[in-house]
């Protein structure tokens, strides 16, 4: 009646029909006769494939779920009988219940689990046997009398409907292995597919995705790195022949190593890995402040025999290892002093963060047994001690320190970080060379980029596999950085042939701003006294006073940078000299030298050879 209402015309009061609609209504009609009943008993099905068919026809239409209960094979039926069956049959008897019925769900615990189930109790069945010639499956009982509740929506979130097809679980597979979002990708499935897949599918299928996979296969690893991504490898292991470390380096990391070893960051990072190995980079910073992973170890211990294996190997591997003024690191970072043994030239620094991170974790009430208001004052203190800019500074405030702070928080300091202040120290390590790195942030970044690709508790083989897509990523938006430089040109205010213009042309962008900020802060160097014994002049700064020739200057920007300061540029206008010297400048920041060390440009330079 509804289809006809809905296909009719209402005209004062009466129902029309047109010829075309009202054959519509009659073929609808015959269709859903035959859905509504297809298995009448003496129905009879040829084949188990025609059988199946028709239940799964029922089953969508009518919004109810089938399963196989009894079943007895041709093969086993044959055991007991003589007479003939067809082998397209498959069964010799069939009996299909609904999935809320067919038996009685009996639970073995004791209760204390919430248990749920699918059985009910419902007798809606459909029973089959072959007939008496064996030529067919015929229906010889069927119930469609459910005791439950049906409908379309419950019956899309069946566990048997949400399954999806072998190409759609590739593509769910394929965009998680991607990290894409899953609330983004269960959309994207719906919208192709129409089945309700919930986020616990994709759980699944992520999980599914990995098995199969080799799994901390040491000899497979050392193969994956030779021969895919042509890294040299070193394995350590003990007396026992048991596996305690992995180096690995290509020929890239090599390459940035031998053009930038004057200052290197090292520290590791955890839990990439199932077998709980930590994972230490050496970072290396080209000539336009860019970031360069030049090495990469894992370690199954940080004692002090590893960390030294560590750096021996890194040596080896490396022939410009004496050129090395300055190692970044972690306080926290195991056997400091093997580090100064492998590296006896380079001065080990700090990184400040780690610095305050670790006085807040130590300097605490329960470990020193001291009050909340004294932690507070001695962290106050130990903060300015670690921002002094001058000797003189750090020892008025150290004066101050041990006035009043408690003896255990003072014994702490005394042992731990007064013998060792140029190491922590802004202003005592940054005569070092540092380049003005305070803090290991260069590589705490590239470690949290490691983190977004690279599961947490990975295997060995998917660990180095995705730690060469982050190493690619991370090559090519430098090359990007690096190609821009060179095919784009800043716009300047400054005329041709002044200092400023001169030195833009000659030192990379990121070494010209440093040096040209320099200029601008000239008219801020107010007083420069001549010391005749010394045959330099002296300068009062925010450091202190300091020595300062035309060449050289005391100050932490000159030390740090090897750039010229301000201070330098002051006296060369005070002597008539000209402000732009490429001499002044060290040769790492010009773009002559950047251009001979960047891969983008070497790789023109072959093509064009």
Not at 20 to 28: G, L, R
Not at 421 to 427: A, Q, R
Request: with cysteine; net charge neutral.
């Amino acid at each position: 009646i509804s289809h006809v209402i809905v296909s009719g015309e209402m005209e004062n009061g009466t129902c029309t029909f047109h010829e075309e609609d009202v054959a519509d209504i009659e073929q609808e009609v015959e269709c859903e006769d035959s859905n509504d009943n297809p298995f009448a008993v003496g129905e009879c099905f040829e084949t188990f494939d025609e059988l199946e068919v028709a239940v799964q026809k029922y089953e969508e239409y009518h919004f109810v779920k089938f399963w196989k209960r009894d079943t007895r094979t041709i093969e086993a039926a044959k055991k007991r009988m003589s007479r003939p069956l067809k082998s397209q049959l498959k069964y010799y008897e069939v009996r299909y219940c609904c999935i809320h019925g067919g038996q009685q769900f009996k639970s073995q615990g004791k209760g204390l689990r919430n248990t749920w189930t699918f059985k009910n109790n419902c007798t809606a069945h459909i029973s089959l046997r072959a007939n008496e010639n064996g030529s067919a499956l015929q229906v010889k009982s069927v119930s469609f009398d459910h005791n439950h509740e049906i409908s379309q929506e419950l019956f899309k979130h069946l566990p048997q409907r949400r399954q999806l097809s072998t190409a759609m679980r590739e593509k769910a597979a394929n965009l998680l292995q991607m990290k894409a979002n899953k609330k983004l990708v269960q959309q994207q499935i719906f919208q192709e597919s129409g089945n309700v897949v919930l986020l616990k599918d994709l759980s699944n299928i992520a999980a599914i995705s990995k098995k199969g996979k080799s799994k901390n296969d040491l000899d497979i690893c050392v193969s994956l790195l030779m021969d895919k991504y042509g890294c040299d490898v070193q394995v350590y292991s003990d007396d026992q022949g048991n596996f305690q470390g992995l180096f690995f380096q290509d020929k890239m990391m090599k390459e940035v190593f031998e053009a930038y070893p004057e200052i290197i960051f090292v520290d590791a990072t955890y839990k990439l890995l199932d077998l709980g190995l930590p994972t230490y980079l050496v970072l290396s910073e080209d000539s336009n402040g860019q970031s360069e992973i030049s090495a990469a170890c894992l370690l199954v211990s940080e004692d002090a025999d590893s960390i030294k294996w560590m750096f021996n190997t890194f040596k080896q591997c490396n022939g410009k290892w004496e050129t090395i003024r300055v190692v970044m690191a972690d306080k926290d970072l195991k056997e400091r002093d093997v580090i100064k043994q492998c590296l006896p030239k380079a001065m080990v620094l700090i990184c400040l963060f780690h610095t305050l991170r670790t006085f807040r974790r130590e300097v605490s009430c329960d470990k020193l047994g001291i009050s909340s208001g004294q932690r507070t004052m001695c962290l106050e203190l130990l903060q300015k001690m670690a921002y002094a800019t001058t000797d003189n500074e750090y020892t008025g405030l150290y004066v101050q320190f041990q006035k009043s702070a408690p003896k255990e928080v003072l014994n702490y300091f005394n042992e731990s970080w007064h013998p060792i202040k140029n190491e922590w120290v802004l202003g005592l390590k940054s005569s070092s060379g540092s380049f003005l790195n305070a803090t290991n942030n260069r590589l705490e970044c590239i470690n949290g980029k490691l983190k977004q690709v690279i599961d947490r508790h990975s295997s060995l083989e998917d660990f180095i596999s995705k730690f060469f897509v982050v190493l690619t990523t991370l090559r090519t938006e430098r090359d990007h950085k690096t190609a821009v430089m060179f095919q784009k040109v800043k716009a300047q205010c400054f005329q041709q042939g002044t200092a400023e213009s001169d030195y833009a042309k000659l030192l990379t962008s990121y070494a010209a701003a440093f040096v040209l900020k320099q200029i601008g802060l000239v008219s801020k160097v107010k007083e420069i006294k001549e010391d005749s014994d010394n045959q330099c002049y002296k300068v009062k700064t925010s450091e202190g006073e300091v020595q300062v020739t035309e060449f050289d200057c005391g100050c932490i920007f000159h030390q740090s940078m090897l750039l010229p300061c301000r201070h330098m540029f002051a006296l060369r206008k005070v002597l008539c000299k000209p402000l732009y010297d490429p001499h002044l400048c060290d040769n790492r920041w010009t773009c002559v030298y950047y251009r001979s060390t960047q891969r983008l440009l070497l790789v023109l330079q072959l093509l064009h050879h």
